[in-house]
């Protein structure tokens, strides 16, 4: 199946980088407003994802206008990776020129825009799928299994974290001049784990949530605090105030009836304290995750299913709970 990649910065890269690794994709274009790709262009990230060769990029055919690749190009779908401003303008194109979509998170800003989306892909028989990444990465499928099959009994807590420094890299530069077109951290970062804890513990009762501007918009800095009527108990706390050199690091730490547990993306392993011993559980590379994702868009293309594992709806809700962090 053919695939295109919208955006070729540093997510976009990332993705070029797993489509290569499909057997059942063929990765044919690269749409970007810079026409000089080379496989280390925005290289620079929130962490290291994988390169692109040369090599690989010799027959891929590279456009700086999505309506030009669409006439140019017969594709079954489209992977776009832009800024989260032009999101639905994109979806929209690909949608309207009969293409499947893969967008990235966040669905989009305004809740009607993600509506229209999921309206059109229906009315045309397509597959939109958000990548909401976090949702495939190992350790984060692990602790899901934990809380599913009550390994440790029943969650009594639940703390997610996830901190960058300011994002300077690509257009990223640009988007500070823009102050909230993209989100900010609370639509861009934090949304990784108001996402998880969402899927996998569905909504709230109450939420108390506490925001701090920074360069980027009004909310670069979120704490929160979810309560449940069971009693369980949810931190989320993020963002990207920090200097842009602040290392990237993400993690959850967790109370069972049973277990405590810690994880965080600086350790190869998931730590499980019980009052006399601890366990080192592999957390797996996050990096397969993105390859996951993709994969799982790619069976539900080529088996026209619907992607259960990670719907446009669920991405909805996703933004609509987002919202009720900052305003």
């Not at 990649?5 to 274009?29: C, E, M």
């Not at 006399?276 to 994969?295: H, K, V, Y």
């Amino acid at each position: 199946m053919n695939i295109a990649v919208v955006g070729y910065g540093f997510i976009g890269q990332t993705h070029a980088s797993n489509i290569l690794k499909i057997p059942d994709l063929r990765l044919v274009a690269l749409v970007d407003r810079n026409p000089e790709i080379t496989p280390d262009k925005e290289s620079a990230g929130n962490f290291t994802t994988g390169t692109v060769s040369q090599e690989s990029l010799e027959a891929v055919h590279v456009y700086t206008q999505l309506d030009e690749c669409f006439s140019k190009e017969r594709l079954d779908a489209c992977v776009i990776a832009v800024h989260t401003d032009l999101h639905f303008e994109m979806a929209r194109m690909s949608l309207e020129a009969g293409v499947s979509v893969f967008l990235e998170k966040p669905f989009a800003l305004e809740m009607l825009r993600c509506e229209q989306l999921i309206d059109l892909a229906a009315r045309k028989n397509l597959l939109l799928m958000v990548g909401h990444v976090v949702r495939f990465m190992p350790a984060y499928k692990i602790l899901k299994g934990w809380i599913d099959n009550r390994d440790f009994g029943d969650l009594k807590f639940l703390s997610l974290s996830r901190f960058s420094g300011l994002p300077a890299w690509g257009q990223w530069k640009e988007k500070k001049q823009q102050f909230g077109s993209t989100g900010g951290a609370l639509f861009d970062l934090v949304i990784h784990d108001i996402d998880f804890a969402r899927w996998v513990l569905g909504d709230p009762g109450t939420i108390s949530s506490v925001c701090l501007p920074g360069k980027l918009s009004k909310h670069d800095y979120v704490n929160a605090t979810w309560n449940y009527n069971t009693g369980l108990v949810v931190k989320i706390e993020g963002g990207n105030i920090f200097h842009s050199a602040f290392p990237f690091q993400a993690g959850y730490t967790a109370r069972f009836e049973q277990a405590s547990v810690l994880y965080t993306s600086n350790n190869p392993n998931i730590q499980v304290a019980m009052d006399a011993e601890t366990l080192n559980i592999p957390a797996g590379d996050a990096n397969e995750g993105f390859t996951e994702e993709l994969d799982y868009f790619t069976w539900c293309l080529r088996s026209h299913q619907y992607p259960d594992r990670c719907t446009p709806e669920s991405a909805m809700k996703t933004i609509e709970l987002c919202y009720k962090h900052s305003y």
